[in-house]
């Protein structure tokens, strides 16, 4: 682990007219490590998931990626600096096989002019194989191998979200982003997905997941960062959060859920 | 096509072909193959892009009223006036696609549709530039090396450029552009997550099919020589859109079928049914778009997929 985290997010607000759905929020994310974000329903999760993928602008305060501001640029240059993500309800690409799904998300990968994609030259040519490629390697590993010329609606809920990961690991992230991953999947799809997620931290990635399923994400996160009303009210181990008073106050309502967890 | 022996004997037969027609024949033919060609590029554009546009002709208009006004009225050498050319048609565009690609689906088709006018209307009020309502003819190819490229010759150029255009399209498909293009047109959202900038790619795509429009443009000012308003106004536009939805839109195939199909429609159907043959058109354009949105390529895969499930079925 490196001095200096990679993700550094300060004072980041968010304001929708009067509400104020993330208020002040700090943390930091390190390579290789799994950071958890819970919270109960309304508690600023999906808001915050969506500034740090560039999706929403903050209304306040920053986020810097691997020692450089990325707040405030479009979303598309997110991803060209190395964050990628999932979306909580899969988004594929649907006229596409899973093959091509996976080769779009290695579009900031590919250094290939279109002058040389028209005259074809040996360079593009390469690049589009060396890109075919990699897209297989990276479908083997979510374990879809014989899926790879499928089209993307026969697949079902939980290889459509094995799908997205592949396709954002296209990219070569060096953080991602899973936006609720576990959400509508059956218990031994769970399974296979802690396992990929903890394979992808394994590699030296820093990952960020939102979860509603603490279950689920007390297993899987080496940290945990819990939001109530917009705000970060503990952060600490799973261990240390399953017992913070404050975190036992916002899950009133939901005690049994703190327990089984 | 992938190949290059496949493209070369594309050439030759279609090439042969222009040595054995009647002057008449080649006409329709040229017409033919220019048709097949606007098609092509318009699919990349509607069909893998996306991008509902109803500038498609206008930019055919642009290509052929600029090559004709450089080569006679300023009297540039070709290869110059070509080039020339290019760029008004590059400039065009990127007027036209930075503003309108902030607009969504329907607002493109609104802006597009209003250049479109815009343009009928300079043609007729250009004066002597453009030779308003009457257009400009009486001119010829001009010479390139003291050669003048006529007859079936001129017929392979137009062979060439469908041929080039369709190496292009297929290329620029099946790369990781084309690829973007088609993220965008499914779900722009998901292809900004994925790296793709959205509103670039868009405007990339208008500005390479309109370029290669207003290429075929400059091909087809030489084949009637003579150029005037009527032509391109929006009723060929919407040709075009009907060609590529029946022949089955993002589909070259598709396109070339598309363009074919609805192109020799009115010469088998006028002698049957005289002037009924637009009735017959709007029927088919209705039906087609109730019952089989995919055109006519979807339907071949559905029925080559229907054989092969049944084949697999009788196989076990």
Known sequence: MSSIALLRVRGLSRRFGGLQAVADLNFDAWSGEVLGVIGPNGAGKSTTFNMIAGALTPSAGSIEFDGQRVDGLPTHAFAARGIMRTFQHNKPFPSMSVLENVMVGMHTRIACSLWQVVAATPAAKHAQAHAAKRAAELIEFVGLKEWIDADVATLSFGQGRLLEIARALAGEPRLMLFDEPAAGLSPSECLRLADVIRAIAARGIAVLLIEHDMRFLMSLAERVIVLNFGRSIAEGTPDQIRVDPAVVEAYLGDLGALSRA | ?316
Request: glycine share 10%; aromatic share 12%; hydrophobic share 55%.
């Open chain 2, 1 to 316: 096509m992938k190949s290059l022996a496949g493209y070369f004997f594309a050439a030759v037969v279609l090439s042969a072909i222009a040595f054995v027609l009647g002057s008449y024949q080649t006409d329709v033919y040229r017409k033919l193959l220019l048709w097949i060609t606007l098609a092509l590029s318009y699919n990349f554009l509607f069909g893998v892009s996306g991008q509902v546009a109803f500038s498609h002709f206008t930019f055919y208009g642009i290509g052929a009223y600029s090559i004709v006004i450089l080569t006679t009225q300023l009297q540039w050498p070709l290869p110059l006036a070509i080039v020339a050319a290019v760029l008004i048609c590059v400039v065009a565009a990127l007027v036209v696609a930075i503003p309108a690609t902030r607009l969504e689906g329907f607002y493109l088709a609104l802006a597009t549709l209003a250049f479109a006018q815009l343009f009928v209307v300079l043609l007729n009020e250009g004066g002597s530039v453009t030779g308003g309502t009457g257009g400009l003819a009486n001119y010829r190819i001009p010479e390139i090396a003291g050669l003048r490229i006529t007859g079936p010759w001129y017929t392979i150029v137009i062979v060439v450029l469908m041929l080039g255009t369709l190496a292009v399209l297929w290329r620029l498909e099946r790369s990781h552009f084309g690829r973007a293009c088609r993220a965008v047109r499914d779900n722009p959202e998901a292809a900004a997550a994925m790296g793709v900038d959205p509103r670039r790619t868009r405007i990339v795509a208008y500005v390479i099919s309109s370029a290669l429009a207003g290429l075929a443009g400059m091909v087809y000012a030489f084949v009637d020589n003579t150029v005037n308003p009527v032509i391109f106004g929006l009723e060929n536009a919407f040709l075009l859109l009907f060609m590529v939805i029946i022949g089955g839109s993002g589909s070259h195939a598709g396109a070339v079928i598309g363009a074919v199909l609805l192109y020799l429609m009115p010469f088998v159907l006028s002698p049957l049914i005289g002037h009924h043959h637009a009735l017959v058109f709007g029927l088919v354009m209705v039906l087609a778009v109730l019952f089989q949105p995919q055109g006519l390529i979807g339907l071949w895969h559905s029925l080559r997929d229907r054989r092969a499930a049944s084949a697999g079925r009788s196989t076990p």
